[in-house]
């Protein structure tokens, strides 16, 4: 649980960038080399390998080194927490609307004659 | 677009700690005072506020103040936003899939005789 907690800290943290949540959903389209990635940004490569690293070490990408090209790869099971954590947060509203309902037709039994 | 960015940079920042995101959790039981929310965390008062902040400055709570009492309402008309940016990820991963799809029938297809 405390493992889980941490997790989505490092997710959330992750993705509180827009460069980051980019670099997500460019690689949701297939794997990439950091330097066809990079191109695309207006910013040092330093920069974004910054950003590079934020990513991998909270889990979202993975980076593989063939020869001179080192490769990203989206981690889509990482990404799957934040479902998992917003399925839980709609379970409790859920949960929440089902007792008001339950109220509100114990009211009306309540009410027949 | 730049809005619903910076939106989503502030939705990110404020669920990327284990308090604020159980503040949620708990507040989607339905509006509870803040006094009786910060009763629950091992925390002084001054510190809880500051995760009450954080998370209405970043419009995933708000407070409503009567009398003495504040009161804290979940806004999850925001947290939908999150649904909609996992929704837009896997939008791109699925069309990544039925091109691959298309690409293996198509192989298949030229390997009939």
Known sequence: M???SAQLDGIFVALADPTRREVVRRLGHGPTSVGDLA????????S??????TLESNGLIRTVKHGRVRTCVLSRERLSLL?????E????W???TDRLEQFVTDQEDTREP
């Open 48 to 53: 974004f390998m910054k950003h590079v690293r």
């Open 39 to 46: 191109s695309e940004f207006p910013m040092t490569l330093p």
């Open 2 to 4: 405390a493992q889980y």
């Open 83 to 87: 479902d998992d954590w917003l399925a």
């Open 89 to 92: 947060q709609r379970a409790v």
């Open 94 to 96: 859920e949960h929440r």
